[in-house]
């Protein structure tokens, strides 16, 4: 199996489209272009049909990820379904005969693991790549089925796979610890954005967002562009700007991005008599020119990996505001590229944002400096050069 | 070996803008202040003329334009795409070791340093009061000539700021060079405005004065609603006179002037002669100026610099330009511009104050310093 450019398989089970999604495309779109043979499996369901599409649109070769039924709003893991879906997996590898398998996990994993065990009897080499290692690492409680096994299951897979990737120092301490993993076999790749995309946006449509989001010359623009879950910290957010707004009226929050929180965070924002301050834009596609009309980049995150939402706004030269957690603190350089507080401390955030509400200067001096460093540590290149070098190791090492 | 610095003109093809004002009395200063620089006057052809003779000054220069046999506008365009090496400014005008784009944009160089004056952002920040064409014009390259500038020249702090925070240019690369009124911007006696005013039907000290471009960014509905709630509590006759050239989007301007109930008192004089306008500064009772956004905002000067007491916006650039010399309003009030206007009209003590004021601040801004600053930008450039 010595080609100089291996075939590669990249294996999600996400459903539902985020920064580790859009990781994904990025490294199937550039292997592809330094000439390996590209093969991607993934849900196919509502929430990555946007991704399907990019893909296709790449001539990236996508077929869909057979998953485990979910029943009843809980896992109903028999050894019957998993027995399947591994049986349909190993089908699929076999047709496909892949080099090397790249799982891109991203947390809660749903059933990645089924194509590890395809993977171990077919004798495919794999690598997984942990987009997020939680805090708390806790499986569905069930006493029914193989599923009450999954903690071990996952053991057991994650330390016969050849590499482990983290995107941060911090996932790879919580990775190693939770699952009994030696450390030296887990490598730290670090997230990467394709920096041109956010240098060069299209200022007409910097414009017309502009006018959609009634942004006159006097109102300051603070975006965040996360899904509207717990992690992300929009609970937070809207204490924040609470606070901020009601010595700066002329500050607007814009929440670019959706989830399951959405009605309650509107809910919660129309109590608080806010919608004027506060708006959701939804899920949006031009994210280089929704930070082109921002001034000032807030994420108010409980935990992380590696975000890509930070490193876009860097490379797209904000000010980044963030929770000193996991990867943000490997990508924002506190005082020099951003501001980074503890998580949930609200005072200090407002603190944060407040002071960098007038000082233009110092925003852009920071949001200069982070895009700098983005284009050093943080493109493409030097993610797939690192990805290259533990490829080659798993195959011909 | 003097450097050679080419500087484009193209402004001036056109009726004498507040941008052509600004060529025509840098380039004459420039070359005053440098008289060894090799200085090359140019324009990107807007026009099919072959030579044109440009009037900077006193000094006849002569521009030289190699002919075109495409549409001027097409030829236009593509200096400014990005082509080269297939298309530069130096096959039709030879190499020079400056290049001084005066209007936003620059065009293909292949060598030499690129500086850019940048007048404002307001085809970004108010596009609904730009046409869509120049809109998409500015949009597309106006990002690529800042970045490719080797410096900015920006006309006002607030430009600075604007450009720092909306196209995140870096500010070490943007020099602050403000703009100044001509020196024939002085107050003036009752008796020698009275021929002037005479010729437009207005008296001496009894009239309020706009000047500018008759556009929707000048925000004169909203001078229209003021002007009729003064009306309204100020009994004595004081017309509103408005003068400059028409612009763009005003027909329904023009209607609302049809309907005001002192239609009789507004008097739209149209274009102006720039040796004209000193004598209707000087000959107002206030000049008011409830503009939306400004890069600079010359007429607000060249009314302090008359001794005229002047009421205009409290955003962007302009109050940087009158500092105290002014009353500054919100321009979206429009009561606020009325009772700014009665406050002026009634107080002669408060005109008095103003107009100290403005012509101590009026010294500031001179066309010299303009074109020392600028030389120094070159020199520094040019390293």
Known sequence: MSRIAPKILFLTDSTEHGGAEDHLRVLASEFQKRGHDVHVLLPDVNGMTALVSQLKQQCIKAAPLPL?????????????????????????????????????????????????????????????????????????????????????????????????????????????????????????????????????????????????????????????????????????????????????????????????????????????????????????????????????????????????????????????????????????????????????????????????????????????????????????????????????????? | MPPRIAIDVSPLLDLTTGIGYYIANLASRLTGLKPEFQWNFFAVPRRTAKEINVRIGTEEFKTVIKPWHLPARVTSLLFQAPLRPFLAVEDFLGESDLFHWTNFLCCSQRTGKKIVTVHDISFFLFPEYHPWKRRILFNTFFPRSLEQADHIIAVSQNTKQDLVRYFHVPPGNITVVPLAADNTFTPMCREAAAATLMRYGINYGQYLLYVGTLEPRKNLKRLLQAYHLFRDSHSECVPMVLAGANGWLNHSLFDEIDRSPWKSEIKILGYIPKAELPALYAGAIAFVYPSIYEGFGLPPLEAISCGTAVITSNNSSLPEVVGDAALLIEPEASDDIASAMLKIVTDVSLRGTLRQRGLERAKIFDWRITAERTLDVYTKTLG
Request: hydrophobic share 40%.
């Open chain 1, 68 to 397: 485990i039924p979910i029943h009843a709003g809980a896992i109903r893991q028999t050894r019957k379904a998993v027995s399947l879906n591994v049986l349909r997996l190993y089908r699929c590898f076999r047709k496909t005969k892949p080099d090397l398998i790249h799982f891109v996990m991203s947390w809660p994993t749903r059933d990645s693991w089924c194509g590890m065990v395809a993977a171990l009897l077919l004798g495919i080499p794999y690598v997984v790549d942990f987009q997020l290692v939680p805090p708390s690492i806790q499986c569905p409680a069930t006493t029914r089925g193989l599923l009450k096994h999954l903690p071990r299951i996952l053991r057991y897979v994650f330390n016969r796979a050849n590499r482990l990737i983290c995107v941060s120092e911090g996932n790879k301490e919580r990775l190693a610890a939770f699952f009994g993993i030696e450390k030296h076999s887990i490598d730290v790749v670090h997230n990467c954005i394709d920096c041109a995309r956010y240098q060069y946006p299209d200022f007409e449509k910097v414009c017309q967002l502009r006018k959609e989001f009634r942004l006159s010359p006097d109102r300051i623009a603070i975006t965040t562009v996360a899904r509207l879950n717990i992690q992300k910290g929009h609970r937070d957010l809207i204490e924040v700007a609470k606070s901020v707004t009601s010595t700066n009226p002329e500050v607007v929050f814009i929440l670019a991005g959706d989830g399951e929180l959405r009605r309650e965070l509107e809910l919660v924002t129309s109590e608080a008599e806010l919608t004027k301050n506060i708006i959701f834009a939804g899920y949006r596609n031009e994210i280089p020119e929704i930070l082109a009309m921002t001034d000032i980049f807030f994420l108010p995150t409980q935990f992380e990996g590696l975000p890509h939402a930070v490193l876009e706004a860097m490379a797209a030269a904000r000010c980044v505001v963030a929770s000193r957690v996991d990867g943000v603190c490997e990508a924002v350089t506190d005082g020099e590229t951003g501001i980074l507080v503890d998580p949930g401390n609200i005072n200090h955030l407002t603190e944060a944002l407040t002071s960098l509400i007038r000082n233009i200067q110092f925003r852009e001096e920071m949001g200069q400096s982070g895009r700098r460093r983005v284009q050093q540590f943080f493109g493409i290149d030097r993610m797939v050069v690192n990805l290259e070098r533990i490829y080659a190791r798993v195959l011909y090492a």
